[in-house]
């Protein structure tokens, strides 16, 4: 029976994960940007409407290449609606394989049953496999199971033709996560030659594959020279060289006080006043983290995006072989890590809405569920607020307000607006504060000259654009960072 213990763990960590992320769904809190946006995505590709999302003008797949994110297009053939809850699902599942990975290799290594308890408490009971599930959606947190039971396979000796699926489905999800597969390839090269060659060939293969589609692809818009856009680059073909061209400029990006106090942050949440072993195996979140590491937008820096997820990988896997070494008790060893996650969780979660510390989210007032109903019904182009973009993704063009009429200064820079005005502009109370100042007369001259009012739902307005009316778009935002 103690040998079902971990996949009933497992089974009960996924469910609670689901029913975290879910929620965030269930009472509106989900933003435009990751989750609205996956969602008009795949809903666009499934109905043959390309990949063009009208929330960035950029092309998904040639912005974020993805062969494994389009396996959820059959869902969306069969039902919009559970597209995204399906994934979040997938994801939470994904991230609970990675305690079931860390307890397999323990049981490899030999440790003993307490232990292997230990490693459970660790991974599943940790606030970094909680950030990994209610961030939203995000092909970190979908391939984070399969990365750990690629390392796990290798160091149970899984019969290769069954192993190989595992590190290609992960480098499937993405570039950086194909060069953590080689990574993790590498890795285990001391612990099964021919599981680390397979790894290192496949996750090898795959990024070479991709890296070359988008460079013979380059897009003008990428989110990724977005991120990168005090380097002055238009496209991803140029970061190489401009990269190599400004390093004191990369550097300083390296050295900035919020990246380096989430350094701080994430090595306590995942319980580094323990004694831990086996650093080589954080290299494994290396190559998602340097995204979040160089790039200029400030949020990518805190230590709770999706950017950090695959380093719980690592960690769980040191975690393992520093328990192999650990001189406690299995009872102490036990109690070190409840202390220890338990001051994780006061240092670093659950921060849902910052700074409310909230496990559970309050109810979505009636005023929202009503507006989230009005929206996804409204027929045609669509501007609304970012918490309402999701029930109202499944058509061609949605904006979220205040786009596409004024670039904000946070707003990522080179995005095209695409797609024509909108039909029904939804606001709410406060509008003006998500706006520069320097565009609050001209929105306000747009909405007040080319949409008139039809309703008002709670701090809710929604205007309807006027016959004949065409509202002045700004056709392209090229947000120039400050000096």
Known sequence: LVRFVPYGATAAAAILYSVLALRRVWELRAHAFDAGFLDNVLYKVSAGMGDVSSLTGVPHFVDHTSVLLLGAVPVYWINPDLGYPVLLILQAVSVAMVGLAAWLVADATGLSRGRQYTVLLYVLAGPAAYWAVITELHMTGLAMGL?????????????????????????????????????????????????????????????????????????????????????????????????????????????????????????????????????????????????????????????????????????????????????????????????????????????????????????????????????????????????????????????????PFVCRSNQYAYFTNTGPPPDVVVTKLGWEVAVAGEDIAGLRHTLENDYEVVETIGTYTVRRRLPGAIPTLVAECEVVPAD
């Open 147 to 403: 990365v750990a039971m690629t390392v796990a396979g290798a160091y149970r000796n899984w019969r290769l033709s069954i192993y190989w699926v595992l590190p290609l489905l992960a480098s499937l999800a993405r570039i950086e996560i194909a060069v953590t597969v080689v990574i993790a390839g590498l890795l285990l090269l001391g612990v099964s030659k021919r599981h680390a060659q397979t790894a290192i060939a496949i996750g090898a293969a795959v990024a070479g594959l991709m890296i070359s589609f988008m460079f013979l692809a380059p897009d003008r818009g990428s989110s990724v020279g977005a991120h990168l856009d005090y380097l002055g680059v238009e496209s991803v073909s140029e970061l190489p060289l401009a990269i190599l061209r400004q390093p004191g400029a990369v550097l300083s990006q390296l050295l900035d006080p919020v990246f380096l106090a989430s350094i701080v942050i994430w090595f306590l949440m995942i319980g580094t006043v323990l004694p831990l072993r086996a650093p080589r195996w954080f290299l494994i979140g290396l190559p998602m983290l340097l995204l979040s590491a160089i790039g200029s937008p400030r949020f990518a820096d805190l230590w709770y995006q999706h950017y950090w997820n695959l380093l719980l990988v690592g960690a769980a896997i040191a975690f393992v072989l520093s328990l192999a070494i650990w001189t406690f008790s299995d009872r102490m060893a036990m109690t070190l890590v409840a202390v220890a996650m338990a001051a994780a969780w006061i240092v670093a979660g659950p921060v849902n809405g910052p700074p409310q510390f909230e496990v559970l989210y309050p109810s979505a007032s009636e005023a929202d569920r009503q507006m989230a109903s009005l929206v996804s019904s409204t027929p045609g182009v669509l501007s609304t607020t970012r918490n309402l973009v999701l029930p109202a993704a499944r058509r061609e063009w949605i904006h979220e307000f205040p786009n």
